[in-house]
T-cell receptor, first 112, second 114 residues
Framework: DQQVKQNSPSLSVQEGRISILNCDYT??????FLWYKKYPAEGPTFLIS?????DKNEDGRFTVFLNKSAKHLSLHIVPSQPGDSAVYFC???????????FGTGTRLQVFP | DSGVTQTPKHLITATGQRVTLRCSPR?????VYWYQQSLDQGLQFLIQ???????AKGNILERFSAQQFPDLHSELNLSSLELGDSALYFC?????????????FGSGTRLTVV
């Protein structure tokens, strides 16, 4: 039962353009949604999050949008840079728990 | 350096064997989480400890067990290993509740069962 889904295993974007990574979820009982970034041979690192009561959160080049009616969130990276090339995981925290439920990840490649 | 230390980084062992993975959480963090990442899979939650006590359990096999010691480091024990147990095992830690900042992950232990 995959409660958090990332249907695109990979995405290739030109430097300077916008990268949009998508995530769908099936459970309405999530408190927070988070995005993690992972480089090879390293653990995932926290990038940005959004509360379930909000619909947008922005931090520099990164913006996360939450569409509760569609059970969909997206991460926008503008402008994309080669250093953004990594695997991006969407995750969600169920209410009253500490665990994170992760999607399967999307590999982003930003080319010059 | 995230502050979460996992040892060893790599481990190769044979089927049927038992291994122990170790995790030292970030200073001040009371919660430790273990996750498994198999090939092309997301991170699967295994188990959480908070200040020495088990707080939540996920998809952890009966052959696997974990504990958190008084100094807050944690060990994940995997026994009767099978080929399918080959994966990256991540430890993460947090101060208390997860909240909007998630956890801090270590760099993982890559387990290969041959």
């Amino acid at each position: 039962d995959q409660q958090v889904k990332q249907n695109s295993p990979s995405l290739s974007v030109q430097e300077g353009r916008i990268s949009i990574l998508n995530c769908d979820y099936t459970n309405s009982m999530f408190d927070y949604f988070l995005w993690y970034k992972k480089y090879p041979a390293e653990g995932p690192t926290f990038l940005i999050s959004i509360s379930s009561i909000k619909d947008k959160n922005e931090d520099g080049r990164f913006t996360v949008f939450l569409n509760k009616s569609a059970k969909h969130l997206s991460l926008h990276i503008v402008p994309s840079q080669p250093g953004d090339s990594a695997v991006y995981f969407c995750a969600a925290t169920p209410y009253n728990t500490d665990k994170l439920i992760f999607g399967t990840g999307t590999r982003l490649q930003v080319f010059p | 350096d995230s502050g979460v230390t996992q040892t060893p980084k790599h481990l190769i062992t044979a089927t049927g064997q038992r291994v122990t993975l170790r995790c030292s959480p970030r200073s001040g963090d009371l919660s430790v989480y273990w996750y498994q990442q198999s090939l092309d899979q997301g991170l699967q939650f295994l188990i959480q400890y908070y200040n020495g006590e088990e707080r939540a359990k996920g998809n952890i096999l009966e052959r696997f067990s974990a504990q958190q010691f008084p100094d807050l480091h944690s060990e994940l024990n995997l026994s009767s290993l099978e080929l399918g147990d080959s994966a990256l095992y991540f430890c993460a830690s947090s101060v208390a509740r997860t909240g909007p900042y998630g956890y801090t992950f270590g760099s993982g232990t890559r387990l290969t069962v041959v």
